[in-house]
Each structure stands twice: as structure tokens, then as C-alpha cells.
């Protein structure tokens, strides 16, 4: 068994114990031991061989027992117990929104069933609103999460593939005789996720660098392995390719491996029109005379009559066609980036003082920074009450001094956006701010009616700025609000008020479809990093790529502006 079979293993165990109703310390542990083994750099059965499972993070005496069990013989006689207590499909509704394992375990006993598809035909039969604690909203909700669950792609979080390939491509870089590597597919146009991960290398010989490859480290197994092209399966389970070209034809083979599709159905027609045929390897000439080599990518596009275009790009929403126009936007850069308008600090949920939060920033070159710790509502992150901000307020004064001009600190607040439409705080308070940032972080799965409206009011109060993470969604566990986004654009239109890309690779909402529309129509975009911890401020870039492949430049984004346009901006 691999990592990822061990892990899934403690998971299901953790699952069901909890639906049995164990006690949560012991829950706990295997779900730490699950995460261990997730994360571990090498098998698990390498630790096993060598007599050391329990130098594992998380694995004591009674879960190293268990590993040993399951390398031994593929099995778990505790597991097949609790099956036989807890039926395992059970742990399949933990994924539904709303229900927890001990509500799973009464509905299971109360009616007999143990299946999603059971549960979705007692919801729609409106069999479980007579349960104590449920009703017909508790039915709508059950039958929308597993509607969702069925939508969910399996494909991988952008924050999860891109260091990873990051991480592989540098380890091929130092092998012998490569020239180059790079990332391919959906992961080099920085989409928010992405299917296996492709990498591209240049160089004359193939053969050091499959070895290399299948002989990374966390490697579970090899897929394939060939001359040009190999495959592997980490012990996360994801599945990672390799294919090594000949330097001379890197470019056409990076911009074939690319894509999208539909981006180089268009390069492949400009290529016909121009006498040439256009494949992964070479632009040769139709009439079988003659064939063009482009070592890179820059060759590819000038050889068709166009200037390079900014993989982010490459989805064939009229970048071909503005290239050809010589029309293509100076996309924004992550150098650009000046402010950054969401933060949070131990005043709320954050892990760092507002001083060493803002000292990071301006580290990382932020002129601008604003506190933007919870509002009182949202009581599981220790929301700040009026008067815990205004303590706020003279603490900013106090490290605003220690800074001087290093970087400036806005006092602002990450208000919510509660389920009756409101705003947590009165609109006097709010005026006193330098920056409000209204969320909806609950209640996501009202009516879209009713949630639309929640967010058009937020855009309608004078006194608020950003709408921040306007969906509310979480990449891949839960889908953003049913929002009416035609109806919220122009809104955000008629008001001024900015929509932000939260950078947060879970998260990377406003989506680029829409920022794009955003741009169309005028209206301001915040990139921000929603920032908890210091490296928190490194996932600006991912905010960056969203915002890249919905064609934004540097003056579309007010985190790009001047300082003092910016706080003109917030005076308006």
C-alpha cells in the first residue's frame, strides 16, 4: 500500500468512529496520521523496512501496529469491525454541507438508510423534515450538497499543483544536459485548477532525465516510462508527465503542450493561410518543402505574423485576434502590486501582530497596508466589537510611529455580510473607518434571490469599498453563493465600489470570467492576499495570474494606484 491508500485508510476510520460516536481524541489521532503520511517525502513502507514507523509525525505504538498490519496483509481486522458497526458509505455524507456525524448517525438509525442516494431520495420525498432539528430547509440544503458533491472535478487546486511542479521542474533543471523546463496544460495558464501536471524539458539526451524523473522523491509509482515521455503517481496522488524534446523544437512543442485546444486551432488555421502546417514538433510547409525549427516560443508566434502571447491568455477569448490587431494588454505584474487591503492580525484570527504583519509587508515592498480583521458577527474568528476597534484604532497610531514611512496602516475592517442583508456594524461607525471590506462568509446557500440581494445591498452602502471574495466559494470543497453576478456587476458599476480577487489559491474569487466582464464595465478591482500568517503574503502571485488571465493591467487594480490616488479613492 502507498501513502495516499494508508492515509485514506486512517481517514475512513476517523469517519466512522466519529459517526460511532468515539471519543475525539481518539478521531483525532488518526486523522493526524493521516495527514503525516500525506505529507510524507518518502513511502511509508521505506520507514516500515527499516523498523521506524513510529518516527513518523502523529504515529505512536497503536497506529504503527496498524500500518505494520496493513503492509503485511492489505488489511485491517479493526477497520472490518467497525464496518461491520458503522457501514462505510456513511462516510460519504460527511461531504455534505451541514451534516455532521451526529446528525448522519440518527438520520442512519432513525430511517434506515446508509447511502447518498438514499438520503438524496428521503430529502426529495421530504421524509426528513419530521427529524427533531430538521425542516424543509434542511431538505433543500442536503439535496443542493449532493448536487454540488456530483459537480466537483477532482482536479487539483492551483496552490497545491503549482509549487509542486515548481519544485519537479528544479530538480530536472540540474540533471545533465537539459537546457530548459517548463510547465504546461492548464497549470501554465495559471487556471484556479488544474488535471495532472505537464512538464516540458529541453535536451539532446532523454534518457538522464526519465531517470530523474520517475526517481523523485514522494514517487509511488511509475505509469509509463518511454524514450521521450514518462508518467508517475506521487503519493498524494497526483499524477505528474514528462516529454523531453530536442532544444531546436522546444518552442512549438511548449506551445502545442500549452494549449488551449481552442487557442491553437486558431494558430493552426493562421498557420494554413500562410502555407505552413503546424504540429508540436516543427512549422513545416505544406508543399513538403522545407521545414521551420523554433527552440522557442517567441519563433512560434512571429513565424504566424503575431507577437508572443501571454500564456494566461490562451483560451480563445479574442487573443489571437487582438494580437493580430497588435492589441494585446501590458498585463498586469506582481511587481505592480503597491497595497494590499486585506489583512488580518491577532485581533482577530490572524497568527502575527499588526506590527509584524505590516514589517512583512513592506519587506515584501507593500506601501499600503489595511487591517481588515473580522467584524463582531463571526464569532468563530473572534470578531472585534466597537469598541475592541477603536483599541484598534490608537494601537495603529502607535505602530504607524515605530513604521514611519516604511509603509502606511489603514485601519479597515473585514465587515460581514449577514443572512438578512445587513452589514454587522451601523453606518456611523463604518463612515469613522478608512476602509471597509464587506464578505458573506455564511448562510451561502440562501435562495439566489435572496443572496444576491444580500450582496447588492453591501455594494450599496455608501460607506463600504470592496466586496470581498464575492462568492464566497472555497476551491475544491465548496461552491461560491448562487449569486445573479449580471445583477452584482451592475451594481458594482452604478456605485464604484471594488470587487476583489482574494489571491488565496482556495479561494481565487472573483474568478477571471468575471473580473474580466468586471474590467469591461469599468468597474475597480482589489487584488488582495486575505493575509493570516507572514507567508500568507506569497500567494499574491496567484491573485496576480487571475487577475493576468482576465486581461487586467496595473490601472485597472487600485492595490496598483499611487498612494495618494488610492486614498482619494477612499474618500470619494
Not at 170 to 198: I, N, Y
Not at 531 to 540: K, P, T, V
Request: proline share 4%; aromatic share 4%; hydrophobic share 40%.
Amino acid at each position: 500500500m502507498n501513502n495516499k491508500q494508508l492515509a485514506d485508510t486512517f481517514t475512513l476510520i476517523a469517519n466512522l468512529s466519529e459517526i460511532k460516536g468515539e471519543i475525539i481524541y481518539k478521531t483525532l489521532a488518526y486523522r493526524k496520521a493521516s495527514e503525516s503520511l500525506m505529507s510524507l517525502g518518502r513511502e511509508a513502507s521505506e520507514y516500515w523496512k527499516e523498523g521506524k514507523l513510529e518516527e513518523i509525525p502523529g504515529v505512536g505504538k497503536a497506529i504503527s501496529e496498524k500500518i505494520d498490519e496493513l503492509l503485511n496483509t492489505g488489511k485491517l481486522e479493526f477497520l472490518e469491525k467497525l464496518k461491520k458497526e458503522v457501514p462505510p458509505s456513511l462516510a460519504d455524507w460527511l461531504q455534505v454541507p451541514g451534516l455532521g456525524p451526529k446528525k448522519i448517525a440518527f438520520i442512519w438509525k432513525t430511517l434506515g438508510i446508509t447511502t447518498l442516494a438514499e438520503l438524496e431520495t428521503a430529502a426529495k420525498n421530504e421524509k426528513l423534515r419530521g427529524l427533531p432539528g430538521m425542516g424543509a430547509k434542511s431538505e433543500a440544503a442536503i439535496i443542493e450538497g449532493i448536487a454540488s458533491l456530483a459537480r466537483r472535478s477532482g482536479r487539483i487546486p492551483l496552490g497545491r499543483a503549482y509549487p509542486l511542479a515548481r519544485e519537479i521542474i528544479g530538480q530536472l533543471k540540474k540533471v545533465k544536459g537539459v537546457v530548459e523546463a517548463e510547465p504546461a496544460g492548464s497549470l501554465r495558464r495559471m487556471r484556479s485548477t488544474v488535471g495532472d501536471l505537464d512538464i516540458l524539458v529541453a535536451a539532446k539526451d532523454s534518457s538522464a532525465v526519465m531517470e530523474a524523473f520517475v526517481n523523485l522523491r514522494g514517487v509511488s509509482r511509475v505509469l509509463g516510462k518511454g524514450e521521450m515521455k514518462a508518467s508517475i503517481e506521487f503519493t498524494d496522488g497526483v499524477r505528474a508527465q514528462v516529454w523531453v524534446h530536442p532544444p531546436e523544437k522546444f518552442g512549438t512543442a511548449l506551445q502545442y503542450a500549452t494549449g488551449s485546444k481552442d487557442h491553437n486551432v486558431q494558430l493552426r488555421q493562421l498557420a494554413l493561410d500562410k502555407g505552413l502546417s503546424l504540429s508540436e514538433h516543427s512549422l513545416t510547409k505544406t508543399s513538403g518543402k522545407g521545414e521551420i525549427l523554433c527552440a522557442t516560443e517567441e519563433q512560434v508566434y512571429k513565424t504566424l505574423g503575431l507577437p508572443w502571447v501571454p500564456p494566461e491568455l490562451r483560451e480563445d477569448r479574442g487573443e489571437v485576434q487582438a494580437a493580430r490587431a497588435n492589441k494585446l494588454p501590458k498585463l498586469i505584474e506582481l511587481k505592480d502590486i503597491k497595497a494590499d487591503l486585506q489583512v488580518h492580525s491577532t485581533w482577530s484570527d490572524g497568527k502575527l501582530s499588526m506590527l509584524e504583519m505590516a514589517q512583512a509587508a513592506a519587506k515584501r515592498g507593500i506601501k499600503v497596508i489595511a487591517f481588515t480583521d473580522h467584524s463582531v458577527s463571526l464569532g468563530v474568528t473572534g470578531g472585534l466589537s466597537m469598541d475592541a476597534h477603536k483599541k484598534q484604532a490608537a494601537e495603529i497610531k502607535k505602530i504607524q510611529k515605530q513604521l514611519g514611512d516604511s509603509i502606511l496602516v489603514l485601519h479597515a475592517s473585514e465587515v460581514e455580510i449577514k443572512a438578512d442583508g445587513t452589514l454587522d456594524y451601523p453606518d456611523e461607525f463604518l463612515a469613522g473607518l478608512d476602509l471597509v471590506l464587506a464578505s458573506m462568509h455564511s448562510s451561502l446557500r440562501q435562495p439566489r434571490e435572496k443572496v444576491t440581494q444580500r450582496v447588492i445591498n453591501a455594494i450599496r452602502n455608501p460607506h463600504v469599498d470592496i466586496i470581498g471574495h464575492p462568492t464566497g466559494r472555497l476551491i475544491p470543497d465548496r461552491e461560491g453563493a448562487d449569486l445573479d453576478m449580471d445583477a452584482i456587476l451592475n451594481a458594482a458599476a452604478e456605485s464604484g465600489v471594488a470587487l476583489e480577487i482574494n489571491a488565496h489559491p482556495s479561494r481565487l474569487d472573483l474568478d477571471d470570467v468575471y473580473a474580466r466582464r468586471a474590467k469591461d464595465m469599468g468597474i475597480p478591482i482589489s487584488i488582495n492576499t486575505d493575509a493570516h500568517s507572514e507567508g500568507d503574503f506569497d500567494m499574491l502571485f496567484y491573485g496576480v495570474a487571475t487577475a493576468r488571465r482576465a486581461w487586467l493591467t496595473k490601472n485597472d487594480v487600485i492595490n496598483c494606484w499611487p498612494t495618494d490616488k488610492l486614498l482619494k479613492w477612499l474618500k470619494r
